[in-house]
């Protein structure tokens, strides 16, 4: 069994020092209050056995909790009282300097928390090393000084998630659309380098590319670019292409019909469109971004989005080839095809490419096979989102939604200064998140002891510790200067502000939106109710929940003029956090806190069985109410070779949900060449990857691609988050 130091490294699981420690504290007290030798082997028994039964790596504060209860039931009270001193003295010490430790530990890759916080770093190279160093001086400033003690206690007890505090320090926002069209088209400046409007259809995936860099740079979360902003370089190309056939012709001197014309011009010009989206599909997988990752980007597909006919037959050339390289794949070390992690792709499902007959109808059957394959496309319902929001747009990176543009309506206009502004049309590119914070629903439920009154008194406190939270987020935004990233607010991504100029003004009127998120719907509801929120007499309490949380972000969003929106949070290494901090405030409780993990935003639980279509049907209801960003899945075995039902599936989300995805794996042994799933086996305690072939469990000689949160990790996951993935169960 393995234990988790304060540094993050991992140790294996030594009961003589709990003896140790015990015998220490005994030895300073007077004989008439010491324990035996066999009391004391008593406590360090009972402590194996309670870190065995979770499942998991304990960490070695929870260790010494367990020890400090132990010897409190043993009626020890003096030596449980020179235990606790102890503590609380080693604690001060180790306060006097939060970071060098967890530093050195990043460095020497001994931090095995740092090493699976995130599903997309690589915590060995430089770069992420740098990041990761960056981030604990910026959380213990956090910590320390810039945010609220009691916001602090509540974030590191689970009661709370401030995300991101390791950006915290800096004036940074969460996530964003970018207004990748007024870049192209009227220019936009990278690193004092003037870009001019692109000459074709390449170079504009060229430029695209850079700016995704660039965003990925300035801000923290995802960011989200369209084809269609691409697709009128297509005529552009097409132009180019035809003016130089035909000067190549007169110079062979003979005359072909228009035809044949047409027809080389049309061959080079699908030519220049594989090259560029090749650029694209490349240059974001190879990219390493400031923060020590590739760009967290996603590429949203809608041919609607196209502004006449022949635009919207070159997006569909665009997006023909994009899900053709994506299905395609890239190689790995050995040469091999595998499953990338980015971009991200969402397809929207709309009346003229769901059924078949329909004139697209190819590029939906064409996705179904990616999808089969590489895990993505996404699927977006315009259908449904017409419905629900009134406009059909991407989502700012995973699952952040911004709200319905009111800002327009209202009058306000062209705040961001933006080139490719249209009065009275709807605007989302160039909008962008302000931040996150999280509320624990378990800790909620199991706070109030399952009483009702109680826990909807307890739910206003937290909810109104979060309303602080977030308002802190709000104002380290606020005053910030257009030169903090230029690319941001100067040059196009999201405004084009003058130097020194504020960015305050985009903060309000529901131009940008901040989240309340939310997490363990399930939990909280099951310890409230006996019951899954899938059983109809818990789901109006479920149903009640979110609603009273709509209800508060109203309430703020009426009191501030900022658009509060409630997100389903898609919990990567903090389902974990939370899971450890559950089981130390309240103990292991079966069906609630006796997992490494809790169930992300209103899902259904992971292991609950359930089929697919019940399953979207029913979390629609609830992603409803997740203005803010939500995004439903179903876990599905290889379906390469049943593609008709994965187009049942993507009908029945056209009609039934806005935003929903297909899990499937995507997995290749480097030591044998195994193609099949690579299986989570349980060794010394930990959860770890094998191939179920030649039993290779060297992560660094395997690739892995599972869905994470809405978006595929490669690069492993926590012991929490890992349990998950294992107890997935197939809805299909």
Same mark, same amino acid.
């Given at each position: 069994?393995?234990?988790?130091?304060?540094n993050g490294? /991992?140790?294996?699981?030594?009961?003589?020092?709990?003896?140790?420690?015990?015998?220490?504290?005994?030895?300073?007290?007077?004989?008439? $209050?010491r324990?035996?030798?066999?009391?004391i082997?008593?406590?360090?028994?009972s402590?194996?056995?309670?870190c065995?039964?979770?499942?998991?790596?304990?960490?070695?504060e929870?260790?010494?909790?367990m020890?400090?209860?132990?010897?409190?039931?043993h009626g020890?009270? /003096?030596?449980?009282?020179?235990?606790?001193?102890?503590?609380y003295?080693?604690?001060l010490?180790?306060q006097?300097?939060?970071?060098?430790d967890?530093i050195?530990?990043l460095?020497?890759?001994?931090n095995?928390?740092?090493?699976?916080?995130?599903s997309?770093?690589?915590?060995?190279?430089?770069?992420?090393?740098r990041?990761?160093?960056a981030?604990?001086?910026?959380?213990?400033?956090?910590?320390?000084?810039?945010?609220?003690q009691?916001?602090?206690?509540?974030?590191?007890e689970?009661?709370?998630?401030?995300?991101d505090?390791?950006?915290?320090?800096?004036?940074?926002?969460?996530?964003?659309?970018?207004?990748?069209?007024?870049m192209?088209?009227?220019?936009?400046?990278?690193?004092?380098? &003037?870009i001019e409007?692109p000459?074709s259809?390449?170079?504009?995936?060229?430029?695209?590319?850079?700016?995704?860099?660039?965003?990925a740079?300035?801000?923290?979360? +995802?960011?989200?670019?369209s084809?269609?902003?691409?697709?009128?370089?297509?005529?552009?190309?097409?132009?180019?292409?035809?003016?130089?056939v035909r000067?190549?012709?007169?110079? &062979?001197?003979?005359v072909?019909?228009?035809?044949?014309v047409?027809?080389?011009? /049309?061959?080079r010009?699908?030519?220049e469109?594989?090259?560029?989206?090749?650029?694209?599909?490349y240059?974001v997988?190879t990219?390493?971004?400031?923060?020590?990752?590739?760009?967290?980007?996603t590429? $949203?597909?809608?041919?609607?989005?196209?502004?006449?006919?022949?635009?919207?037959?070159?997006?569909?050339?665009?997006?023909?080839?994009t899900?053709?390289?994506?299905?395609?794949?890239?190689?790995n /070390?050995?040469?091999?095809?595998?499953?990338?992690?980015?971009?991200?792709?969402?397809?929207?499902?709309e009346? =003229?490419?769901?059924d078949?007959?329909?004139?697209?109808y190819?590029?939906t059957?064409?996705?179904?096979?990616?999808t089969?394959?590489?895990?993505?496309?996404?699927?977006?319902?315009?259908?449904?989102?017409?419905?629900?929001k +009134?406009?059909v747009?991407?989502c700012m990176?995973c699952r952040?939604?911004?709200?319905?543009?009111? $800002?327009?309506?209202?009058?306000i206009?062209?705040?961001?200064?933006?080139?490719?502004?249209?009065?009275?049309k709807?605007?989302?590119y160039?909008?962008?998140?302000?931040?996150?914070?999280?509320?624990n629903?378990?800790?909620?439920?199991?706070?109030?002891?399952?009483?009702?009154?109680k826990? %909807?008194?307890?739910? =206003?406190?937290?909810?109104?510790?979060?309303?602080?939270?977030?308002m802190?987020?709000h104002?380290?935004?606020?005053g910030? &200067?257009?030169?903090?990233?230029?690319?941001? %607010?100067?040059y196009?991504?999201?405004?084009?502000?003058?130097k020194?100029?504020?960015?305050?003004?985009?903060?309000?009127?529901?131009?940008?939106?901040?989240?309340?998120?939310?997490?363990?719907l399930?939990?909280?509801?099951?310890y409230?109710?006996?019951?899954?929120?899938?059983d109809?007499s818990?789901?109006?309490?479920? &149903?009640?929940?979110?609603?009273?949380?709509?209800?508060?972000?109203?309430?703020?969003?009426?009191?501030?003029?900022?658009?509060f929106?409630?997100?389903g949070?898609?919990?990567?290494?903090?389902?974990?956090?939370f899971?450890?901090?559950?089981?130390?405030?309240?103990?292991?409780?079966?069906?609630?806190?006796?997992?490494?993990?809790i169930t992300?935003?209103?899902?259904?639980?992971?292991?609950?069985?359930?089929?697919?279509?019940?399953?979207?049907? $029913?979390?629609?209801?609830?992603?409803?109410?997740?203005?803010?960003?939500?995004i439903?899945?179903?876990?599905?075995?290889?379906m390469?070779?049943?593609?008709?039902?994965?187009?049942?599936?993507?009908?029945?989300?056209?009609?039934?949900?806005?935003?929903?995805?297909?899990?499937?794996?995507?997995?290749?042994?480097?030591?044998?060449g195994?193609?099949?799933e690579?299986?989570?086996?349980?060794d010394?305690?930990?959860?770890?990857?094998?191939?179920?072939?030649?039993?290779?469990?060297?992560?660094?000689?395997?690739?892995?691609?599972?869905?994470?949160?809405g978006?595929?990790?490669?690069?492993?996951?926590?012991?929490?988050?890992?349990?998950?993935i294992? =107890?997935?169960?197939?809805?299909?």
């Amino acid at each position: 069994m393995k234990i988790i130091k304060r540094n993050g490294s /991992e140790v294996t699981f030594d009961i003589t020092k709990i003896i140790a420690a015990i015998s220490k504290a005994n030895e300073v007290v007077d004989e008439e $209050f010491r324990m035996t030798n066999t009391q004391i082997h008593r406590i360090a028994d009972s402590v194996e056995k309670a870190c065995i039964e979770l499942g998991r790596s304990p960490s070695v504060e929870e260790i010494q909790d367990m020890v400090e209860e132990q010897i409190m039931a043993h009626g020890a009270y /003096e030596v449980a009282k020179r235990y606790i001193t102890y503590r609380y003295t080693r604690s001060l010490v180790r306060q006097s300097n939060t970071t060098d430790d967890r530093i050195l530990a990043l460095i020497e890759c001994n931090n095995e928390e740092a090493k699976q916080e995130n599903s997309n770093k690589n915590p060995v190279v430089n770069s992420t090393q740098r990041d990761y160093m960056a981030g604990e001086v910026s959380r213990d400033i956090t910590n320390r000084l810039l945010l609220p003690q009691d916001i602090v206690e509540a974030h590191e007890e689970g009661i709370i998630h401030f995300h991101d505090t390791d950006y915290y320090a800096q004036h940074m926002h969460n996530c964003d659309l970018v207004n990748l069209e007024d870049m192209l088209q009227n220019g936009t400046v990278i690193t004092d380098t &003037l870009i001019e409007r692109p000459h074709s259809f390449a170079t504009a995936c060229n430029i695209a590319t850079q700016i995704v860099a660039q965003v990925a740079s300035n801000q923290y979360g +995802g960011q989200s670019i369209s084809l269609a902003h691409l697709a009128p370089f297509v005529q552009v190309s097409r132009e180019k292409i035809r003016a130089v056939v035909r000067d190549e012709i007169s110079t &062979l001197g003979v005359v072909p019909t228009k035809e044949q014309v047409d027809e080389i011009v /049309e061959k080079r010009l699908r030519e220049e469109i594989r090259r560029g989206v090749q650029t694209i599909q490349y240059q974001v997988v190879t990219l390493l971004t400031t923060n020590g990752q590739a760009p967290f980007v996603t590429v $949203f597909m809608y041919l609607n989005e196209a502004k006449n006919e022949q635009e919207k037959k070159d997006l569909a050339i665009i997006i023909e080839e994009t899900l053709l390289q994506r299905y395609e794949g890239v190689k790995n /070390e050995q040469g091999i095809w595998v499953t990338p992690a980015f971009p991200k792709l969402i397809y929207v499902l709309e009346e =003229d490419n769901v059924d078949e007959g329909t004139p697209y109808y190819y590029l939906t059957e064409l996705a179904a096979k990616c999808t089969a394959k590489r895990m993505v496309p996404d699927y977006i319902s315009e259908k449904k989102m017409l419905e629900l929001k +009134g406009d059909v747009y991407t989502c700012m990176g995973c699952r952040s939604f911004l709200t319905p543009d009111r $800002f327009t309506d209202a009058g306000i206009g062209n705040i961001a200064n933006a080139g490719n502004y249209e009065p009275g049309k709807h605007k989302y590119y160039g909008r962008f998140n302000q931040g996150v914070v999280t509320i624990n629903l378990p800790d909620v439920a199991l706070s109030s002891g399952g009483n009702l009154d109680k826990f %909807w008194k307890i739910f =206003d406190e937290r909810l109104e510790l979060c309303h602080r939270a977030l308002m802190c987020r709000h104002e380290r935004l606020k005053g910030t &200067l257009s030169d903090a990233a230029p690319i941001l %607010w100067q040059y196009g991504a999201l405004a084009r502000l003058q130097k020194g100029e504020p960015i305050d003004k985009l903060l309000y009127n529901g131009y940008s939106t901040i989240s309340l998120g939310y997490a363990g719907l399930y939990e909280c509801v099951k310890y409230m109710t006996g019951k899954s929120h899938t059983d109809p007499s818990a789901t109006p309490f479920a &149903l009640e929940i979110m609603q009273y949380m709509n209800a508060a972000c109203k309430r703020w969003k009426e009191q501030h003029n900022i658009d509060f929106s409630l997100y389903g949070t898609p919990l990567e290494s903090t389902t974990y956090k939370f899971a450890k901090c559950l089981q130390k405030r309240f103990g292991v409780i079966e069906g609630i806190t006796d997992k490494g993990y809790i169930t992300n935003s209103y899902h259904v639980h992971v292991t609950e069985q359930i089929d697919a279509f019940t399953k979207l049907k $029913f979390e629609a209801q609830f992603q409803h109410l997740s203005p803010g960003g939500a995004i439903s899945y179903v876990e599905v075995p290889d379906m390469q070779n049943n593609l008709e039902a994965v187009l049942q599936v993507m009908r029945f989300i056209y009609d039934n949900i806005i935003y929903a995805e297909l899990n499937t794996k995507s997995d290749y042994c480097q030591v044998c060449g195994w193609d099949g799933e690579i299986e989570i086996v349980e060794d010394d305690g930990k959860l770890i990857w094998r191939c179920p072939r030649c039993g290779n469990t060297n992560q660094d000689k395997m690739n892995v691609a599972r869905r994470t949160c809405g978006y595929i990790g490669t690069q492993f996951w926590n012991q929490g988050r890992t349990q998950e993935i294992k =107890d997935r169960v197939l809805h299909l």
